[in-house]
């Protein structure tokens, strides 16, 4: 499914026009989303919670009896209400999001998946063809605001460390690929799927398209954009680094590089954390030893050093969190509601400064109440952008701590899990 049915399926839905997604829509589609102040979003996001509460209650029995079980009205709900309705991620393993779909979903949507790389059930979530159409809108202008300007339409090139085959089980491969399909800018896929033995998972069977490969590496389009895991940044810089010198400059003649020109706007952008590679160093380290092997000039023609964007972006969730490195700490879309709490007692931490277990809600989700936490502690300090905080990854919750905290808020995932 390319971009142009996704938008012409959401106009087509038949909830496209009820009042709340309505609002919705247009909120996603507002222009001025991102130089409203951190208090008016606030109040925006207060409001949607509370028009929330209400849609979830007219289309669906289990959140109806939920809400009464929670004492939650749509006339006050607030913050506080959000803690209560928080599920951790493991609940949406398997088929587990199922029971959180309101009752009249609409089909011609996608489901997508999490890795699995933690031996676990993988997440699945299923996103109808309204949530599809605002999770590459939303995506696409949050990843803009970060990268400092729009991205220019039929201009540049993108390489993606991942298989095509990956666009219908990745939330963040679809993402991308929909969103440079959007702007008409050329997506290379790095990686292709061989044949699979028995037992083996897609991962496995992952190996590089030399072709794509070197098809990106000499390109003269600008600008350049290399989306990766941050391991991937990390080998490409390693085999750049263990060259010999008649290897080296074999690689300039063939490929142009290293180093790896970027070009005007060049960014590399990382996802998917550090899953399955021990060895990686502190990703300061890594950005900063990948610069040797990687140019960007800026938009006007200046050198400068390759911007790093790095993407928090979960299975569970429409729009992901993005920063850019030595810039700005990881920011929500303007919509969304990030918010940390006290891993220990579940209490909703409202200064700066102190490390908390990162909780996300995001009240323009239509299909679910999607509100959740995957298991990533993090701190919040101060800024003078839209949503007046920024985020900084800590670390993940050890399994002692994941399961001390699954004992501790029991009482509320009874209540979710009833009926």
Not at 295 to 312: C, I, N, T, Y
Not at 379 to 401: C, I, M, N, P
Request: proline share 5%; aromatic share 10%; hydrophobic share 40%.
């Amino acid at each position: 499914m390319g971009i142009h049915e996704i938008l012409d399926n959401a106009e087509r839905s038949r909830l496209r026009h009820d009042p709340h997604v309505e609002k919705i829509w247009n909120l996603v589609n507002d222009p001025s989303l991102f130089q409203k102040s951190p208090d008016a979003l606030a109040k925006i996001r207060r409001g949607l919670l509370q028009d929330s509460v209400r849609f979830f209650r007219d289309h669906s029995e289990y959140y109806a009896s939920l809400f009464d079980r929670l004492d939650i009205q749509a006339s006050n709900a607030d913050m506080e209400d959000v803690v209560k309705m928080v599920v951790p991620a493991d609940m949406l393993r398997g088929e587990g999001h199922q029971r959180f779909v309101i009752d009249d979903v609409e089909a011609g949507g996608e489901h997508f998946m999490s890795s699995g790389t933690t031996g676990k059930a993988p997440v699945k979530v299923y996103r109808s063809p309204i949530d599809l159409a605002l999770m590459v809108k939303a995506n696409a202008d949050l990843f803009e605001y970060v990268y400092g300007s729009e991205l220019e339409s039929d201009q540049g090139v993108a390489l993606f460390m991942a298989a095509p085959e990956l666009r219908h089980m990745l939330s963040f491969v679809a993402f991308v690929e929909l969103a440079l399909e959007s702007k008409g800018i050329e997506l290379l896929y790095g990686m292709s799927m061989r044949e699979g033995k028995e037992g083996e998972t897609p991962w496995q069977r992952l190996v590089p398209d030399k072709k794509n490969l070197l098809k990106f590496l000499k390109s003269k389009a600008e600008p350049k954009l290399f989306f990766t895991a941050p391991a991937g940044v990390y080998l490409m810089s390693k085999k750049f680094e263990d060259m010999s010198f008649m290897k080296r400059e074999m690689s300039k003649v063939l490929m142009r590089a290293p180093p790896v020109d970027l070009g005007k706007g060049g960014v590399i952008v990382t996802g998917g954390g550090s899953k399955g590679f021990a060895d990686l160093p502190p990703y300061p380290e890594m950005a900063e030893g990948a610069r040797d092997y990687f140019r960007a000039l800026s938009k006007s023609g200046e050198g400068v050093e390759v911007p790093f964007m790095d993407v928090l972006g979960m299975t569970e969730t429409l729009t992901a969190l993005i920063d850019r490195h030595g810039v700005m700490g990881k920011i929500p879309h303007p919509l969304s509601e990030a918010f940390l709490v006290d891993p220990k007692s579940f209490e909703l931490i409202r200064d700066d400064g102190k490390e908390g277990l990162m909780c996300i809600y995001n009240p323009f989700v239509t299909t679910w109440f999607e509100c959740f936490f995957p298991g990533d502690i993090m701190v919040s300090h101060a800024s003078d952008r839209f949503y007046g905080k920024e985020f900084e990854f800590g670390r993940r919750l050890t399994v002692k701590e994941g399961w001390d905290l699954q004992r501790a808020c029991g009482g509320t995932l009874e209540e979710l899990m009833e009926g």
